[in-house]
T-cell receptor
Framework: ETGVTQSPTHLIKTRGQQVTLRCSSQ?????VSWYQQALGQGPQFIFQ???????GRGNFPPRFSGLQFPNYSSELNVNALELDDSALYLC???????????FGSGTRLTVV | RKEVEQDPGPFNVPEGATVAFNCTYS??????FFWYRQDCRKEPKLLMS???SGNEDGRFTAQLNRASQYISLLIRDSKLSDSATYLC????????FGAGTTVTVRA
């Protein structure tokens, strides 16, 4: 059973650029959610996808957008990057959302 | 008021000690709760779910107090390898995390 995989592991971008982060969910999991974790903070919910539809969104601006594909993999896109977007971005998958989520190892994004 | 709040610690305890800490949540209708462990610069890993009746997994015991809206985690016979940040999470269609409690076990 493969776990959640994320790519890339590290990324450096310039302010104003756009970035796409990718996530492959654990086999059989149809729910994928994305989190932003700043240094010293807990993960903050960005949004969640269930069977290719967004079914929840946290307090993030519209320049944070996402997709889920038929194979349940997912992308997080961030436009017009700001310095404060520097963080660890975590993808998590779950079968129904009622049980524990499994996290990928994250993408560490640095905006300079 | 934050959705989920934790005592940040740090808790610095000797090997073999017992350490316990709490996490409060704001939504009284919340139904499922978890403890995650996060090592430095790594992803959170599910430690245990928290059930209404309380549950135990080896040296770890989790409790839920719905009346006071808090969950707790107790670690008995602490090991050096227990040093980590412990995140509580409340599942209301999405996970809401606390900022984490840092535990350091010293030899």
């Amino acid at each position: 059973e493969t776990g959640v995989t994320q790519s890339p592991t590290h990324l450096i971008k310039t302010r104003g650029q756009q970035v796409t982060l990718r996530c492959s969910s654990q086999s059989g999991h149809n729910t994928v959610s994305w989190y932003q974790q700043a240094l010293g903070q807990g993960p903050q919910f960005i949004f969640q996808y269930y069977r290719e539809e967004e079914n929840g969104r946290g307090n993030f601006p519209p320049r944070f957008s996402g997709l889920q594909f038929p194979n349940y993999s997912s992308e997080l896109n961030v436009n017009a990057l700001e310095l404060d977007d520097s963080a660890l971005y975590l993808c998590a998958s779950s079968l129904t959302g009622d049980w524990g989520y499994t996290f990928g190892s994250g993408t560490r994004l640095t905006v300079v | 008021r934050k959705e989920v709040e934790q005592d940040p610690g740090p808790f610095n305890v000797p090997e073999g000690a017992t350490v316990a800490f709490n996490c409060t949540y704001s939504n009284s209708a919340s139904q499922s709760f978890f403890w995650y462990r996060q090592d430095c610069r790594k992803e959170p890993k599910l430690l245990m779910s928290v059930y209404s009746s309380g549950n135990e997994d080896g040296r770890f015991t989790a409790q839920l107090n719905r009346a006071s809206q808090y969950i707790s985690l107790l670690i008995r016979d602490s090991k050096l390898s227990d040093s980590a940040t412990y995140l509580c999470a409340v599942n209301d269609y999405k996970l809401s995390f606390g900022a984490g409690t840092t535990v350091t076990v010293r030899a």
